[in-house]
């Protein structure tokens, strides 16, 4: 009797199909991992799959972060059974999740019928899967409504009972530098993403109810926009956020409006702002006729008739809803100081001469003016320089994101130059523009972005001080 080898019994047939099947098993199970773990973000931390993953380990990057809620879902899931609800929510949450990864975009968690969802590469890249995510969804609302004939005879009070309700949602993007990684105990772990930029991007999701509008995204967002104007947006409101002094100014993006209304807020695009702008400069007088012109060019603008009803409201109660620091001068304090001793000091020149600018702007004095606008785009240009050379010598990590937004500064304010040389705009309004970019690009800007690049010059020097 001849006897087996190892060799012959691993190269057995037996043994290579219980090999194949358990090959097969693994990547079923690893294909199973994936449906609940992103593999991208996996990658993104530097790992090929969770086994290489350890608690505490993390990556500091810039991304864009999307909430989406649907509206009104727990009214519209009482008419339906669970396995109608679980059929529904699987459904709409199936035909979110193309929209989301085509564009480089990665779901993060699904919170009931809410959405996180996290965009590595660019601001772009989260705006049009927004938008792709709002036409699909359109796609779906009329398919339902097609598939779902109803008998002609039905009176109309019935068969507007009948028809299914189309599904709405809101959206908010907001970005910035967050903290992804591994956080939980021994037993249980998840990746996920730790920043304000989260917080942030869930308020302005829950803000697309108050003026019925599908997508606002932050001022952040918009600065990284390699070029916003490939976008239908306008200017929305001014919110105050937890932890932070200044205002920040939020956008809606009306891209997937139906063409009537995406053509109509288009057409009064300026109007609207600018009485966004008089409302907040508490200019009612102002405000109100304007707004009243958009609506009757644009009957079905929300914002539009919230804000007049806003203007209405504070004429019969004396309530303003706005933020309250508009038209008065931004005052240097301490949270502005990012601890770079060269930074901070240009910092403070430079806000000394932004407060001459709105100054001599708002009480219409245009002497020396253009003295004024022509040393602040030079500083800037002479500040950005010193910033961007910092950061190439350094090899800072987030050196791309910065200098998206010192581009963004300089593109906006070569046009604000020129609203303020050609006088195309009323003086107020003018004043506001200062207030809603220079002084909100100002505060946000040094105590975000710049504290981030002073807290990483500051942890190299004393990388450096301790291998010397």
């Given at each position: 009797m001849t006897a087996t080898t190892p060799n012959d019994v691993s190269t057995s047939p037996r043994s290579l199909s219980e090999l194949a099947q358990m090959q097969e098993r693994l990547a079923r199970t690893e294909a199973a991992i994936g449906r609940f773990v992103p593999e991208g973000l996996v990658h993104l931390l530097g790992a090929q799959n969770l086994t290489e993953l350890r608690r505490g380990q993390h990556l500091e990057t810039t991304m864009t972060v999307l909430f989406t809620d649907i509206r009104n879902f727990t009214q519209q899931s009482e008419n339906m059974t669970a396995a109608q609800t679980y059929a529904f929510i699987n459904d709409y949450l199936g035909s979110m999740e193309p929209a989301i990864e085509a564009h480089g975009g990665f779901i993060d968690k699904y919170i009931g019928d809410a959405i996180m969802a996290l965009f590595p590469r660019s601001a772009d890249d989260a705006v049009r899967s927004a938008i792709d995510m709002l036409q699909r969804l359109a796609d779906g609302n009329d398919r339902r409504q097609s598939s779902r004939p109803l008998p002609a005879h039905l009176p109309h009070d019935r068969r507007t009972r009948q028809s299914p309700l189309p599904t709405r949602i809101g959206i908010g993007l907001n970005t910035g530098i967050v903290m992804l990684g591994l956080v939980g105990g021994k037993h249980r772990l998840e990746l996920t993403v730790l920043s304000d930029a989260v917080n942030l991007s869930s308020r302005l999701e829950s803000m697309t109810k108050t003026y019925g509008i599908s997508l606002l995204i932050s001022e952040q967002t918009l600065y990284n926009l390699q070029d916003p104007n490939r976008y239908c947006v306008r200017f929305i409101d001014r919110i105050r956020v937890k932890g932070k002094s200044q205002p920040h100014s939020v956008y809606e993006v009306f891209?997937?409006?139906?063409?009537?209304?995406?053509?109509?807020?288009?057409?009064?695009?300026?109007?609207?702002?600018?009485?966004?702008?008089?409302?907040?400069?508490?200019?009612?007088?102002?405000?109100?006729?304007?707004?009243?012109?958009?609506?009757?060019?644009?009957?079905d603008d929300q914002p539009a008739q919230t804000y007049l009803s806003r203007c209405r409201e504070y004429r019969a109660t004396g309530i303003h809803h706005a933020t309250g620091e508009v038209g008065s001068e931004l005052v240097w304090r301490d949270e502005f100081l990012v601890g770079n001793t060269l930074i901070d000091g240009q910092h403070q020149e430079l806000l000394a001469h932004i407060n001459d600018l709105a100054a001599k702007v708002s009480t219409?004095?245009?002497?020396?003016?253009?003295?004024?606008?022509?040393?602040?785009?030079?500083?800037?240009?002479?500040?950005?320089?010193?910033?961007?050379?910092?950061?190439?010598?350094?090899?800072?990590?987030?050196?791309?994101?910065?200098?998206?937004?010192?581009?963004?500064?300089?593109?906006?304010?070569?046009?604000l130059a020129d609203d303020i040389a050609q006088q195309r705009h009323a003086r107020l309004y003018l004043g506001f523009q200062i207030q809603l970019f220079l002084f909100d690009w100002f505060a946000n800007h040094t105590t975000r972005t710049d504290r981030y690049l002073t807290r990483f010059i500051a942890s190299q020097a004393g990388s450096t001080a301790v291998s010397a």
């Amino acid at each position: 009797m001849t006897a087996t080898t190892p060799n012959d019994v691993s190269t057995s047939p037996r043994s290579l199909s219980e090999l194949a099947q358990m090959q097969e098993r693994l990547a079923r199970t690893e294909a199973a991992i994936g449906r609940f773990v992103p593999e991208g973000l996996v990658h993104l931390l530097g790992a090929q799959n969770l086994t290489e993953l350890r608690r505490g380990q993390h990556l500091e990057t810039t991304m864009t972060v999307l909430f989406t809620d649907i509206r009104n879902f727990t009214q519209q899931s009482e008419n339906m059974t669970a396995a109608q609800t679980y059929a529904f929510i699987n459904d709409y949450l199936g035909s979110m999740e193309p929209a989301i990864e085509a564009h480089g975009g990665f779901i993060d968690k699904y919170i009931g019928d809410a959405i996180m969802a996290l965009f590595p590469r660019s601001a772009d890249d989260a705006v049009r899967s927004a938008i792709d995510m709002l036409q699909r969804l359109a796609d779906g609302n009329d398919r339902r409504q097609s598939s779902r004939p109803l008998p002609a005879h039905l009176p109309h009070d019935r068969r507007t009972r009948q028809s299914p309700l189309p599904t709405r949602i809101g959206i908010g993007l907001n970005t910035g530098i967050v903290m992804l990684g591994l956080v939980g105990g021994k037993h249980r772990l998840e990746l996920t993403v730790l920043s304000d930029a989260v917080n942030l991007s869930s308020r302005l999701e829950s803000m697309t109810k108050t003026y019925g509008i599908s997508l606002l995204i932050s001022e952040q967002t918009l600065y990284n926009l390699q070029d916003p104007n490939r976008y239908c947006v306008r200017f929305i409101d001014r919110i105050r956020v937890k932890g932070k002094s200044q205002p920040h100014s939020v956008y809606e993006v009306f891209d997937a409006d139906l063409p009537a209304l995406r053509e109509g807020k288009l057409a009064t695009r300026h109007a609207f702002e600018e009485a966004v702008a008089y409302y907040h400069l508490n200019e009612i007088d102002r405000a109100e006729p304007l707004l009243q012109a958009c609506l009757d060019q644009v009957p079905d603008d929300q914002p539009a008739q919230t804000y007049l009803s806003r203007c209405r409201e504070y004429r019969a109660t004396g309530i303003h809803h706005a933020t309250g620091e508009v038209g008065s001068e931004l005052v240097w304090r301490d949270e502005f100081l990012v601890g770079n001793t060269l930074i901070d000091g240009q910092h403070q020149e430079l806000l000394a001469h932004i407060n001459d600018l709105a100054a001599k702007v708002s009480t219409g004095d245009l002497v020396g003016i253009d003295d004024v606008m022509r040393f602040i785009g030079q500083y800037v240009t002479m500040h950005f320089e010193t910033e961007e050379a910092m950061m190439h010598r350094l090899n800072y990590p987030h050196l791309a994101a910065h200098v998206q937004e010192h581009r963004s500064f300089t593109q906006r304010y070569l046009r604000l130059a020129d609203d303020i040389a050609q006088q195309r705009h009323a003086r107020l309004y003018l004043g506001f523009q200062i207030q809603l970019f220079l002084f909100d690009w100002f505060a946000n800007h040094t105590t975000r972005t710049d504290r981030y690049l002073t807290r990483f010059i500051a942890s190299q020097a004393g990388s450096t001080a301790v291998s010397a």
